[in-house]
């Protein structure tokens, strides 16, 4: 894909539109303003929170791929698609936050609690590292027993032993958790957290960033504000990261648009988010399942939303697929709505798919898929540098 072979594009993209203008004038309008939003977008017009509402609000999503992709070939002009050889390490499942939509936490006391231990989390690195992984994710619940020593003593000894594994650890609510059990200010933990081999901080616990859904859906987790003060403190120590929603549950467009608007005014601020990862609340055993049983967003809004967040995200130079949670086809037509990035192999996880994820895939397949596609597969590093 060339610099011109793109504008050629837009420019085909610019002519669609006004025969699409054309059809709506001799029905009943309703595409107009959504319209309009598309053409501001290939114009190199940021969307307004009202815009991006508009476009959630709309259910034509090939116009909205359409556009979305050529905004995708303008910021990535090759034709690759980047994923990461990672491994997710639960650490531990005991958590104090009783988040609704959670399976895989438990209470303090529970007989179904655990901690891995030093040298099991370091056999799980070797285990990946012997498998090409690049990455290791690290999350897990807040646990009340665990100290800001615990996370610093643990991320050296993986560091001591494989030096050359990312850290890709702890959530903006894990960090804020430790702040306040040692009495200290996050930027302190972070501090300390990078001195002992912290590389970056994944986006994990920002659901969805609207105050009037997290008290909906996980009243005793930390607040917009409060996430997002976390990832400002990480930036601007240096610490890049990663902005994630899960939506399909109790959220309207509005909330939608808001998350997209504030994480897009602090990337305006610091440039430290490497990019957007979404994915579909999975309802399973949860008590939010429970409440919005058959509200689980499948392919036509997960596609949506990809496309709105290329076109919304303006600053945002990647935009993942989540395979894990919608499958391998669904992410695959990602690609074609804005989508440059297949995101991780996932050696091993264990949040989402307690609470009903069911999609698997080796690398083979996962690459296979990005192949299909028409794409070329890269293996990237957690900064999205290309290794091969």
Known sequence: ???LSEMKRTDEMRQAL?????????GNGQDAEPLRCLRKALDG????FDDIVT??????????????QQIRWRIHPEPIVTYVVSRNINYTNVCVDYCSFCAFYRPPGNRE???LTTEEILQKVGEAVELGATQILMQGGLNPELPLQW????????????PNIWLHCLSPAEILFIAERDGLMVREVLQALKEAGLGSIPGGGAEILSDRVRQKISRLKCTTDQWLSVMREAHLLGLRSSATMMFGHVEEPEDIAEHLVRIRQLQDETGGFTAFIHWAFQPGKTPLGKRVKGHQAGGHPYLKLTAVARLALDNFPNIQASWVTQGLKVAQTSLFFGANDFGDTVIEENVVRPAGATEWA????????????????????????LLE
């Open 1 to 3: 894909m060339t610099y």
């Open 18 to 26: 006004p025969l699409l203008e054309n059809r709506q004038k001799e």
């Open 45 to 48: 017009e940021r969307l307004t």
């Open 55 to 68: 476009l959630l609000n709309w259910n034509r999503i090939i116009p909205l791929g359409l556009v979305a």
């Open 113 to 115: 609690g655990y901690l």
């Open 151 to 162: 996370y610093c003593q643990t991320f050296a000894a993986i560091k001591e032993k494989y």
């Open 362 to 385: 080796t690398i083979d397949e996962m690459l296979a898929a990005i192949r299909e596609a028409g794409f070329i597969p890269k293996k990237r590093d957690t900064l999205y540098r």
